[in-house]
């Protein structure tokens, strides 16, 4: 592992795809740098855990618009498999929970929603996005719901505008090994030092001086990865205090989404890679991901307030839910075959505060204003300050290499 320089010209806050991405490049560069991470693993939101005998991705799985997506390039570099199946939202669902014609007339509804959402999108004024869904249509629970999985919250608080800046080619991989896995790798020899929360960041000197769980650093430049949400809510704080990026990073809060994995006993009646729809008559709708790489396991997703009234309920609260919801459809017998293996909590993780951020309505130009370097010295990195990748992990990469290149021209220290 590169040493850790007591003063190192650069800092990085936080060890995510952000700052491991702005790592590579100042190691690359040779410079005197060090990342300041609070947890005791890199990764941040992207975390695989090995648990049931496979490698789960709590946080993110997919290659989103994987074709030029640079961590599939990554991933290629660092011998990672690559899993090419198309997604399983790209395909229809187990009848049992959702019949064909239904599923047919959703999709129907689902796409002159996003047209009309697209279109109001191209226009100056925003406004939530629950402005453009047809009053009283039987869809709309589920149209909410499907907004909780992509963006970790309900329509009603969605920016038009920021949500039609957001880039996707419908081209989505994975990584057996997990895309943690992969995001924690690029760490690997990186000087980070854990257990190290960073408090205040201090700039009323020539120095910036950070104060950490671990004593002070000093610093030519700060590179902050750290979510929105625990920026609005000054986990870090800045002397003199910067209120336009408290204030911007308040209004891009973290939606949240959270995972959890069942264990099946004997799973051969699932089709690999299916999907299953439980109860589907309100927003409070979970969806099921069977046997990913066919594995004998179902991946649950849960978003936006129902994901957070189960995280209040404690643990196992989503498993009962789930459990519950899966033998509404399959029948009972089902629920001697499913056991919890894994589950995450986003919004209660202190590093974290939720899962990936939106725009509220009205404030889509509030990116652009947490992005922007504060006296040419303390740059803003990780996905929310990304204009058209946002709350992915690719989107940090991409804003972590470019807050690296722009530490490296701030002027050495005299
Ligand atoms: C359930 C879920 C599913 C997702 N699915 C996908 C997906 O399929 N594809 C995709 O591309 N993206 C997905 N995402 C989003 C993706 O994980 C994130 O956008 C990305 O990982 C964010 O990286 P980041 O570097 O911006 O922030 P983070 O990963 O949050 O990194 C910030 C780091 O800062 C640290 N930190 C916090 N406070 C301090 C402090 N005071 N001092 C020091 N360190 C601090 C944190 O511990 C963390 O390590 C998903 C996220 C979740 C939660």
């Known amino acids: 592992m590169k040493s850790i320089p007591a003063n190192p010209d650069i800092l990085v806050i936080g060890a995510g795809a952000a700052g491991l ?21 890199p990764g941040g939101r992207a975390w695989t855990l090995n648990a049931g005998g496979y490698p789960l991705d709590l946080g993110c799985g997919w290659f989103h618009s994987a074709e030029s997506n640079p961590l599939a390039a990554e991933a290629a570099r660092l011998g990672f498999e690559i899993d090419r199946a198309p997604p399983p939202w790209q395909k229809d669902a187990d009848v049992r929970g959702f019949p064909l014609a239904d599923q047919r007339e959703y999709r129907r509804a ?15 004024a925003d406004g939530p996005a629950s402005d453009y869904l047809e009053p009283a249509c039987r869809w709309n629970p589920m149209l909410d719901a499907g907004s909780t999985f992509i963006n970790g919250v ?3 608080g969605l920016s038009v505008i920021d949500y039609g800046r957001y880039g996707d080619s419908g081209i989505n991989w994975r990584a057996p090994a997990g895309l943690g896995a992969l995001i924690a790798a690029l760490g690997d020899g990186m000087p980070v030092v854990y257990d190290c929360p960073a408090a205040r960041v201090d700039r009323s000197g020539t120095v910036l001086r950070v104060e950490t769980a671990k004593g002070r650093f000093t610093a030519r430049a700060v590179i902050v990865t750290i979510p929105t949400n625990c920026i609005a809510g000054e986990t870090l704080r800045f002397t003199p205090p910067l209120p336009e990026k408290t204030q911007a990073a308040a209004r891009l809060p973290l939606g949240l989404a959270d995972k959890l994995f069942l264990a099946i006993d004997d799973s051969r009646d699932f089709p690999i890679d299916g999907r299953l729809y439980g109860a589907r008559d309100s927003a409070a709708m979970a969806g099921y991901h069977l046997r990913p790489f066919g594995r004998p396991l179902i991946e649950a997703y849960f978003g936006g307030k129902f994901a957070r009234e189960l995280e209040a309920g404690g643990a196992g609260a989503f498993a009962d839910h789930a459990v519950n919801d899966l033998a509404g459809v399959l029948g009972n017998a089902v629920r001697k075959r499913l056991k919890p293996v894994a589950c995450s909590a986003w919004a209660l993780d202190p590093c974290a505060l939720g899962s990936y951020s939106h725009a509220l309505p009205g404030y889509s130009d509030e990116r652009a204003t947490l992005a922007a370097p504060v006296e040419d010295r303390i740059f803003f990195a990780g996905e929310a300050v990304s204009k058209h990748d946002f709350s992915t992990a690719h989107g940090a990469y991409r804003t972590g290499e470019a807050a690296a290149g722009a530490a490296l021209k701030t002027p050495p220290r005299s």
Do not use: H, I, K, T
Not at 110 to 124: P, V
């Open 21 to 41: 991405a702005a790592a590579r490049c100042l190691a690359r560069a040779n410079a005197s740098f060090a990342v300041l991470e609070a947890r005791s693993r």
């Open 110 to 124: 689902w796409g002159a929603f996003y047209g009309r959402l697209e279109g109001a999108a191209q226009s100056d």
């Open 154 to 156: 309900e329509l009603g």
